[in-house]
């Protein structure tokens, strides 16, 4: 155990390399020149306190004894006053070498971590699609993006794995085992959901953890996709198919490959986000039978929106709608929908999702400026005009489930 000076003098070398460190992460160049690497404290009780606090004589002579450790390799110089005795009294302690510095403290300097993290996440990144600049940047100048650090670099590299090995195991449109994928992967099953806010950051989702992954298609437990509609429905399932029972059935999605009515047609589609809502608008009993309901079960999955497409293009609804949750993540969730609808003809309209139709109450909140900036870019892109005037009208957040079933007639009489 180092005795109370030696602690004392490695406190002073480490406060001289954060001080390059400091120097290097403001210009943001990782190979510091000889200008930010010269550094040194005067000795005196403000620069070179942890000294002056030595009140014992043999600790300031083990103060000295270390210093001079790190001097004889070059690392420091130390400046003595020659008024006082040979080494009696410390006058100024200069950094010459950081590197060997290091070494004797048996650290990684910060820039050198730095470079490392930054070296090591562009090999994995390699050609991948993902957005690592802003990384990079906070990186070199000394920042956490998403409060990962450098020297924890491994959090994003993992999660750049997690991501692509996702897309690429997903390109079947089926749901992945979260915890299968994470022991695939590392040896560790629960290494993935350890990543959930690099991978959000990386995705630039701001999500609940489990929608976060459900955006990849990796599951806890695969989630059906759950139907309700009129007797006359039928879901191909392979080479049958299977009526639809009240008030629904629940099928895995990659297993739904179309639909039929024996009589007549599906004139409307509705998405339903959460499933207290779908329960109480399957449960209605004056629903018309020309009416599918399907539950999204939160951020739907790949093999969810390979399903709905499978669904459109069978059923040929005259209209699409989605109701789901106001706020960020109900937009973001119906915006994904939305891109699968266009993806085979079709354009989304929002069911209830309009801001001005809600009462003040206490289960809704304010938004905050830049969550509505978010919101109006969802909007705007996907024309829900409405949407968006009724969210700047009265500026509420509103979960689903507090928003009572209304049945959809009224909505077709102005069709």
């Known amino acids: 155990m180092a005795s109370k000076g030696a602690e004392a003098c490695n406190k002073t070398i480490h406060r001289l390399l954060q001080r390059v460190a400091r120097r290097v992460f403001t210009d943001g160049n990782l190979s510091p020149t000889a200008d930010q690497r010269s550094v ?4 005196t009780s403000s620069s070179l306190s942890e000294y002056f606090q030595l009140e014992r004589f043999a600790d300031r002579e083990d103060y000295h ?31 010459n070498d950081p590197t060997k510095a ?24 390699g050609d991948s699609e993902l957005t690592i600049a802003p990384i990079v940047d906070a990186w070199k ?38 915890r299968r994928v994470s022991t695939q992967l590392f040896g560790d099953s629960k290494r993935i959901e350890s990543l959930v806010r690099p991978i959000a950051y990386l995705l630039c989702d701001d999500s609940d953890d489990e929608d ?42 990659d297993r739904i490959d179309g639909l039929s009515v024996d009589s007549g047609r599906i004139q409307h589609l509705l998405t339903i986000e959460n499933l207290a809502s779908f329960n109480e608008a399957a449960e209605y009993s004056d629903n018309p039978d020309d009416l599918l309901i399907v539950y999204v079960a939160g951020n739907p999955t790949p093999s969810w929106l390979a399903a709905y497409k499978r669904l459109l293009k069978s059923a040929k609804p005259s209209t699409v709608m989605h109701w789901g949750d106001i706020d960020v993540g109900g937009f973001r969730i119906a915006g994904r929908i ?44 996907y024309g829900w005009n409405q949407e968006l005037a009724g969210l700047k009208e009265n500026p509420v957040f509103q979960e689903q489930e507090f928003i009572e079933w209304t049945p959809l007639t009224s909505w077709f009489k102005c069709l």
């Not at 040194?40 to 000795?43: H, N, V, Y």
């Not at 400046?79 to 410390?90: P, V």
């Not at 920042?143 to 794995?161: C, E």
């Not at 989630?223 to 006359?232: E, F, I, K, N």
Request: proline share 5%; aromatic share 6%.
């Open 40 to 43: 040194s404290f005067p000795a």
């Open 65 to 95: 004894a270390r210093l001079q450790s790190f001097a004889r390799i070059g690392a420091v110089q130390a400046d003595w006053d020659r008024r006082s005795s040979e080494q009696g009294q410390l006058d100024r302690v200069t950094l």
């Open 102 to 125: 290091a070494e004797l403290l048996g650290i990684d300097l910060p820039w050198v971590v730095a470079a490392t993290a930054i070296q090591h996440l562009e090999q994995v990144a």
């Open 141 to 178: 100048h000394g920042r956490a993006p998403g409060g990962v650090t450098a020297n924890k670099a491994s959090q994003f590299i993992d999660s750049i794995r997690v991501i692509e090995a996702a897309r690429r195991l997903g390109a079947s449109d089926q749901d992945l085992l979260l």
């Open 212 to 253: 976060i992954f459900s955006h990849l298609g990796l599951v806890k437990h695969p989630q059906p996709m759950l139907v309700s509609g009129g007797a006359d429905c039928r879901v191909y399932v392979g080479e049958g198919s299977i009526p639809l029972l009240k008030p629904y059935i629940g099928l895995r999605p």
């Open 338 to 381: 939305a891109e699968s609808a266009i993806a085979v003809g079709y354009s989304l309209d929002l069911w209830r999702m309009n801001a001005a139709e809600m009462r003040a109450n206490a289960h809704n909140n304010a938004p905050g400026k830049e969550q509505i900036t978010q919101i109006a870019q969802i909007c705007e892109k």
